[in-house]
């Protein structure tokens, strides 16, 4: 069936570094691959999406990047700050089927 | 605040019990959908509902149930609880069917514990 895998399972950085967190869909045909950020005791939070028919796509600091012939999608956080402190999940999907989530990226930013 | 109100907020059973979780979705959203968050397994879709009626299923267990009812609030009932139901369970709703031209936003979800 269609998977999607997520890597690093954890990532620490430094405040004001910049944080890559990388996915691969096995569903060729996946054609919205939104990104959900999770606080603590709260439920998963969209902060960014890109469709297929778009390479790049960027709000403020941050941007997600799509290779469709790879399969590979990022995340992209620059200038991070204590509060991007969560887990992070990509997700993939095609047309109105259901969404398939990675396995989560817990992100610490050390101040 | 997504506008996705679940309740309640934390659930303590035995095993074997039957419980029902809820869920309001935003207004005007049409679709709700359940995942099941544990912590080896990720976020897991269960199943969605659209203006009532079944949509698509995912990986719900037969134990497991679910309706959305006319004022659009949805019910997921868990029976003959194992040790394994417990987990964090997500409500989400969206306008549309499904996306990607709907955004899918999640409720603060219940923590079931089973022991």
């Known amino acids: 069936g269609e998977n999607v895998e997520q890597h690093p399972s954890t990532l620490s950085v430094q405040e004001g570094d910049s944080a890559v967190i990388k996915c691969t869909y096995s569903?060729?045909?996946?054609?919205?691959f939104p990104w959900y950020k999770q606080e603590l005791g709260k439920g998963p939070q969209l902060i960014i999406d890109?469709?297929?028919?778009?390479g790049e796509k960027k709000d403020q600091r941050i941007a997600v990047t799509l290779n469709k012939t790879a399969k590979h999608f990022s995340l992209h956080i620059t200038e991070t700050q204590p509060e991007d402190s969560a887990v992070y999940f990509c997700?993939?999907?095609?047309?109105?089927?259901?969404?398939?989530f990675g396995t989560g990226t817990r992100l610490q930013v050390f101040p | 605040d997504s506008g996705v109100t679940q309740t309640p907020k934390h659930l303590i059973t035995a095993t074997g019990q039957r419980v029902t979780l809820r869920c309001s979705p935003r207004?005007?959203?049409?679709?709700v959908y359940w995942y099941q968050q544990s912590l080896d397994q990720g976020l897991q879709f269960l199943i969605q509902?659209?203006?009532?009626?079944?949509?698509a299923k995912g990986n719900i267990l037969e134990r497991f149930s679910a309706q959305q009812f006319p004022d659009l609030h949805s019910e997921l009932n868990l029976s003959s609880l194992e040790l394994g139901d417990s987990a964090l369970y997500f409500c989400?709703?969206?306008?549309?069917?499904?996306?990607?031209?709907?955004?899918?936003?999640f409720g603060p979800g219940t923590r079931l514990t089973v022991l």
């Open positions: 989400a709703s969206s306008v549309e069917p499904s996306a990607p031209s709907g955004e899918q936003f």
């Open positions: 569903d060729s045909a996946s054609n919205y």
């Open positions: 890109i469709r297929s028919n778009v």
């Open positions: 997700a993939a999907q095609r047309n109105t089927d259901k969404l398939i």
């Open positions: 207004s005007g959203d049409l679709s």
């Open positions: 509902y659209y203006n009532g009626e079944e949509r």
